[in-house]
Nanobody, 123 residues
């Protein structure tokens, strides 16, 4: 079994900072791309940032210069969010593209999602 778990959400005032962490665990052979999405009430889920196994990072235009994604190790990623804005209040989800061992000791790929962590930015 494979799990992806987020931590670090909370409430912060406008202009403040938060750090989100995501860790994959279980019968993992390797983890490829990892990333963060967010979904605000009544809106579609959108990509915030992603990072490849080779540490190439990509960001949504709206967060460039304020958010930083980093790979802590092969199975963990952090999103540092600075100068947060009220409109960035959302549930933030971690996702990981994972190669894992099946019940038959074979390898397969799949995309896994965490349950989400709430980020609230007050004005």
């Amino acid at each position: 079994q494979v799990q992806v778990e987020e931590s670090g959400g909370g409430t912060v005032q406008s202009g403040g900072s938060l750090r989100l962490t995501c860790t994959a665990s279980g019968t993992i052979f390797s983890v490829d791309d990892m990333g963060w999405y967010r979904q605000a009430p009544g809106k579609e889920r959108e990509l915030v940032a992603s990072i490849s196994r080779s540490l190439t990072a990509q960001y949504a235009d709206s967060v460039k210069g304020r958010f930083t994604i980093s790979r802590d190790n092969a199975k963990s990623v952090t999103l540092q969010m600075n100068n947060l804005k009220p409109e960035e209040t959302a549930v933030y989800y971690c996702t990981a593209h994972i190669k894992y061992y099946t019940d038959y000791a074979k390898l397969d790929w799949d995309d896994y999602w965490g349950q989400g962590t709430q980020v609230t930015v007050s004005s």
